[in-house]
């Protein structure tokens, strides 16, 4: 447990450590100098690098292996109905808690207050990972090749495009990025491998990832859909 600590602790500092000093420099070079701003930068990050320890220390030592277990005791029940079933609740559950969603909707209500009903934001990008992690469930169980997926989903994504209204476009393919967060993309990921682990599959890594690149795309189409729909009435 304390090598976790040291390993999650040394993995943070290297990511973080670049982008506090760049904010520093900027903030004593091309700003104006203020003692108190430059205290609140340094503050601020000092915080935040202590959160992101923090949690990528739950991630590994609980989420991660908590999402392989489950995915690994599923395939035991036998029934393709209850291992979609979970994808999708999976995928619910754990975007509704993704903070990048609500990150996403406060920076759209400030960039455009009342643009969008409370809350439509948020739900369709939910329902966009919802359905497309339980297709990916149903990819690996039938060992679908991954290419045969993304196309079309990127295909419908391009027609509904020319549908929507022209302010959805952005929205929808950053929602996709909001969307597969610190918090998603390893219990997602660690899912999906506990039941590949499960079956003994012969082209175990081939089967083991994809579902988050399909659950990115899942809220690229719902939030474009939102829009066909929304401008349908406007």
């Known amino acids: 447990m304390l090598s976790l600590w040291r390993e999650t602790l040394a993995e943070v500092f290297k990511s973080t450590a670049p982008i ?14 203020d003692v108190t701003e430059v205290s609140v930068v340094i503050l601020g990050s000092l915080m935040a690098l202590a959160g992101l320890v923090l949690f990528l220390f739950g991630a590994r030592a ?15 029940y036998r029934s393709l109905v209850l291992l979609i079933v979970f994808g999708v609740i999976i995928g619910l559950a754990i975007t509704v808690a993704e903070p990048n969603v609500r ?18 934001l948020v739900w369709a990008i939910v329902l966009g990972v919802a359905v497309f992690t339980g297709l990916g469930m149903v990819r690996t169980a039938f060992q679908i090749p991954l290419i045969w997926l993304l196309v079309p989903s990127y295909l419908l994504s391009f027609i509904l495009i020319f549908l929507a209204p022209p302010e959805f476009v952005g929205i929808a393919y950053d929602s996709g990025g909001a969307a597969t967060g610190p918090l998603s993309v390893p219990f997602i ?3 999906n491998v506990g039941v590949v682990s499960v079956l003994g599959r012969a082209k175990g890594v081939e089967d083991s990832f994809g579902v988050v690149a399909l659950a990115s795309i899942g809220p690229v189409i719902a939030v474009l859909l939102l829009g066909v729909l929304l401008g349908g009435i406007r």
């Not at 760049?22 to 903030?27: E, M, N, P, S, T």
């Not at 406060?106 to 009342?114: E, H, I």
């Open 20 to 33: 506090v000093a760049l904010l520093i420099v900027l903030r004593l070079t091309l700003i104006e100098f």
């Open 62 to 76: 609980g989420i991660v292996p908590f999402g392989e277990r489950l995915g690994a005791q599923l395939p035991g």
């Open 103 to 120: 990150v996403m909707e406060a920076q759209v209500n400030q960039a455009a207050p009342g643009f969008l009903p409370p809350g439509s």
């Open 189 to 191: 990921i660690a899912f």
